[in-house]
T-cell receptor, first 112, second 112 residues
Framework: DAKTTQPPSMDCAEGRAANLPCNHSTISGNEYVYWYRQIHSQGPQYIIHGLKNNETNEMASLIITEDRKSSTLILPHATLRDTAVYYCIVRVVGNAGNMLTFGGGTRLMVKP | DAGVTQSPTHLIKTRGQQVTLRCSPKSGHDTVSWYQQALGQGPQFIFQYYEEEERQRGNFPDRFSGHQFPNYSSELNVNALLLGDSALYLC???????????FGEGSRLTVL
């Protein structure tokens, strides 16, 4: 699976949009971009994933650049409960297994 | 609908001992994966079980072994514990052909 690069930490004001970048310049054509987050002392939580089109669900939006070398996770109205470590992962879907390779992630701090 | 459940939540062992951690997957899921998360780091893949067989394995020694039962639940066994085995052990379940992993809250192991 391709390697990802994320900033180690970011701050965001409560109520504002949080934009978390991820670089995956070596991504292959059959690799998806996945985002998970981990709130302190809990297991990681799935947020969203996409291949090449932008995706939106009740939690967030995922914007993938046209060349697919980078993406941005958007939390439209961040709350204090969104404070967590956010992991960007790229992987192939549909292979024999679905192992995830976690990097260091971005520690997002939402401030009042 | 119960999510992924793990037991015990916390345990303390001494060097050289053996430990067994247990996991019940989310209802309807047939694949279980185990991850180790050291303090301040992202989760690292240990292995994955499907149809009661180990399908993928990460870079972990043979001291780490597992089992999957016919009801899809799973156990992680670690023999000859080392201080460095102190970590949060996460179980995740999924349907084998999808990438969406659902994680439990983890079992925190402390080795003294």
């Amino acid at each position: 699976d391709a390697k990802t690069t994320q900033p180690p930490s970011m701050d965001c004001a409560e109520g504002r949009a949080a934009n978390l970048p991820c670089n995956h310049s070596t991504i292959s054509g059959n690799e998806y971009v996945y985002w998970y987050r981990q709130i302190h002392s809990q297991g990681p939580q799935y947020i969203i994933h996409g291949l090449k089109n932008n995706e939106t669900n009740e939690m967030a939006s995922l914007i993938i650049t046209e060349d697919r070398k980078s993406s941005t996770l958007i939390l439209p109205h961040a709350t204090l409960r969104d404070t967590a470590v956010y992991y960007c992962i790229v992987r192939v879907v549909g292979n024999a297994g679905n192992m995830l390779t976690f990097g260091g992630g971005t520690r997002l701090m939402v401030k009042p | 609908d119960a999510g992924v459940t793990q037991s015990p939540t916390h345990l303390i062992k001494t060097r050289g001992q053996q430990v067994t951690l247990r996991c019940s997957p989310k209802s309807g899921h047939d694949t279980v994966s185990w991850y180790q998360q050291a303090l301040g780091q992202g989760p690292q893949f240990i292995f994955q079980y499907y149809e009661e067989e180990e399908r993928q394995r990460g870079n972990f020694p043979d001291r780490f072994s597992g089992h999957q039962f016919p009801n899809y639940s799973s156990e992680l066994n670690v023999n000859a514990l080392l201080l460095g085995d102190s970590a949060l052990y996460l179980c995740a379940s999924s349907l084998v052909l999808t990438g969406e992993l659902f994680f439990g809250e983890g079992s925190r192991l402390t080795v003294l």
